[in-house]
């Protein structure tokens, strides 16, 4: 009799253990609802919890505690109880929101000062070819500064796309000013078609040759890569060289230079 009611006693334990554990486990503060939580433990046959909660009165938030009903168990209640103080969870949940959009927020800030060096090298290394070597920044405002009516304030695409590819911003913008009059207004193609440097094909602009284009953007970045695919591929790299091929008119080299150094000179 005493061995089987060792036995039991035994058996007894083992499952308090158990359930004593569970009760630790991380995922009970994880159940769908306070209430599922409750029912779940108040149809145990081997002990029943309270939740400091009234069927009647509203749940109290602030204090979560669970405590045996069991009298064996309640000999040693201090060693089962827990609290769950939810204020808390919510600040913890929200520090560490606050923690993963700091880290994201620096990694961002670290992205972008990658590609602004790496932008700014390559800005000196397509500028210094006509003697000075400026920043990225420095390149885009002397841009703007020579850029008017349709183009005013598009330095940067031009100064993006040049870097890019590796062009001459100064003789890009020099071609374009010369070719729309963007010096000063532009030309109705580029007004109402985007057609920056006077490139043809389809769709036509207003039904003629000149090409049209959905933006602004979209046909500066089809300027600069037929810059780059049809002359500096091929190394035509200058004025005097791309003009022979570029325009008829034998005077279209020298003033292509002199935009460009009056470019640069701003």
């Known amino acids: ?45 081997l002990m ?21 009903i069991n009298s064996e168990l309640l000999q040693d209640v201090d060693s089962l109880k827990i609290e769950i103080d939810v204020e808390e969870l919510r600040q913890i949940k929200i520090a560490r ?6 880290e994201k927020k620096q990694e961002e800030e670290r992205r972008k000062a990658e590609e602004k060096a790496k932008a700014d090298e390559a800005a000196k290394q397509v500028t210094a070819k006509s003697g000075t070597s400026i920043s990225y920044d420095e390149l885009v405002a002397k841009l703007n500064r020579s850029l008017n009516s349709t183009l005013a304030g598009k330095g940067e695409s031009f100064a993006k796309y040049a870097v890019e590819l590796g062009i001459d911003p100064y003789l890009a913008v020099a071609i374009v000013l010369h070719e ?13 078609c985007n057609n920056v440097g006077g490139m043809k094909g389809s769709p036509g602009c207003n039904g003629g040759s000149y090409k049209a284009f959905p933006s602004l953007d979209e046909g500066i970045k089809a300027f600069m890569n037929n810059l780059y695919n049809n002359y500096y591929a ?28 009056e470019i640069e000179a701003k």
């Open 234 to 261: 091929k190394g035509l790299t200058t004025p005097e060289t791309i003009g022979p091929k570029y325009a008829a008119s034998s005077t279209w080299s020298s003033k292509i230079r002199s935009y460009m150094n």
């Open 97 to 102: 929101k606050k923690a993963l959009e700091l």
């Open 48 to 68: 029943q919890s309270k939740l400091n909660m009234d069927e009647e009165a509203p749940l109290n938030l602030n204090k979560l505690e669970i405590k045996p």
């Open 1 to 45: 009799m005493e061995t089987n009611q060792s036995v039991k006693a035994n058996i007894l334990a083992i499952i308090i253990l158990i359930v004593v554990s569970a009760l630790w486990h991380p995922t009970i503060a994880k159940a769908q609802s306070l209430k599922e939580f409750h029912n779940s433990f108040m149809t145990s046959t």
């Open 180 to 192: 729309t009059g963007c010096k000063w207004n532009c030309s109705s193609l580029l007004r109402e």
